[in-house]
């Protein structure tokens, strides 16, 4: 979870005292913790969503903020407070609703050919959006999402996106023969898995007629998903969760984000061109990038079209160059660790700011 990470170490960064509460049971070491969570920050290692009422009443008047972030979490705390309001204390409560899913599912229904009919699709959006009762403070990873959030009444929904840092790989055009997916894959009804799967059935048959059948896409992150790992070594290379992803992508000279749901914004894709390695995705990604396609991406969402731009991306050196230099500077413009740093000062500020200060029960 690169961006719930990046807002934890931002909030220690700035001086808050931060208590991790995972609403999962993961295997994990502590060792594997402090890799990626600053020392500073207290991780409940044990925790999970049926304990989070009883932490609370345990640390009552402890906090002075609950920051939640994604709807299903914050449906935990909302069933929680329903059945005892005490639990919140005077604790500010900050909902990082990052984005809308409601529409996510939409289209996912009708990829997977088992439409939702308009009213239930509305009906989940409001469900959804419901969520924010009671925040003081509704963050947003997209200004489209954002938008959404304040067409359906929320009034203090505000910005937090990705922070970035730019590193280009080095290898030049000629020494990279991979093709390249990003992202973990827990199960097959996942959107990578999906996507993962559509790029093999459907894209690489095309590219291979074209490139050759040696042709695999090479997958950095953690798989579990069975459809997927059975194609370890047909058409797939799984490299599995790596700590320093640096040498994929040295090697690689296409990241391909096939993907045909999701919401939010890919940080996948920022981490990607921030690494200097040009894009192939789907129109729904580059939607939501707000990026173009043919200059700073190549985007297609038909097999053939996504096919074309990954032969024509692979082979022609003047334009991976070019889309290479382009979506750099779009994550530069896009993903400023200096605008990341000011939105987590934003928060902090409301957070220490007077109670009489404060916009009340605007959210609700």
């Not at 002075?64 to 409560?93: C, K, W, Y």
Request: proline share 6%.
């Amino acid at each position: 979870y690169p961006r719930a990470n990046d807002i934890i170490q931002a909030f220690e960064r700035q001086g808050a005292h931060v208590t991790l509460f995972p609403m999962f049971q993961h295997d994990e070491s502590w060792d594997g913790v402090r890799r990626c969570i600053p020392p500073g920050v207290e991780v409940v290692l044990e925790g999970e969503a049926a304990l989070l009422g009883a932490f609370l009443r345990e640390r009552a008047g402890c906090f002075d903020a609950i920051f939640v972030s994604r709807p299903h979490n914050m449906q935990v705390l909302r069933e929680a407070l329903d059945r005892e309001p005490t639990l919140r204390g005077d604790a500010l409560l900050i909902y990082d609703a990052e984005a809308l899913f409601a529409p996510r599912d939409a289209l996912k229904a009708e990829i997977l050919g088992s439409p939702l009919g308009a009213a239930e699709v509305q009906a989940r959006l409001e469900s959804e959006v419901s969520l924010v009762r009671g925040s003081d403070l509704v963050l947003s990873v997209s200004p489209l999402e954002r938008d959404l959030f304040r067409k359906k009444g929320v009034a203090d929904v505000r910005l937090l996106g990705h922070a970035v840092e730019i590193d280009p790989t080095e290898a030049p055009f000629g020494k990279r023969p991979d093709f390249l997916f990003l992202g973990a894959v827990h199960d097959d009804d996942s959107p990578n898995a999906d996507s993962i799967l559509w790029f093999a059935r459907d894209v690489l048959p095309y590219i291979r007629r074209e490139l050759g059948q040696s042709v695999r896409l090479k997958v950095v992150g953690l798989v579990q998903a069975p459809a997927v790992l059975e194609l370890d070594g047909v058409d797939l290379e799984l490299l599995g969760r790596l700590d320093d992803v640096r040498p994929a992508f040295e090697t690689a000279r296409v990241v391909v984000i096939p993907t045909r749901y999701a919401a939010g914004i890919p940080h996948k894709a920022h981490h990607a061109a921030s690494l200097g390695v040009p894009i192939v995705a789907t129109e729904l990604i580059a939607r939501q990038l707000g990026w173009q396609d043919g200059r700073d991406l190549m985007a297609s969402s038909d097999a053939l079209g996504f096919a074309q731009a990954c032969i024509e991306l692979y082979r022609n050196e003047t334009l991976w160059t070019e889309l290479r230099t382009q979506s750099i500077e779009r994550v530069r413009e896009d993903c400023s660790e200096g605008a990341f740093d000011r939105s987590i000062r934003d928060v902090l500020t409301l957070v220490t700011e007077p109670a009489a200060k404060r916009p009340a029960g605007e959210n609700s």
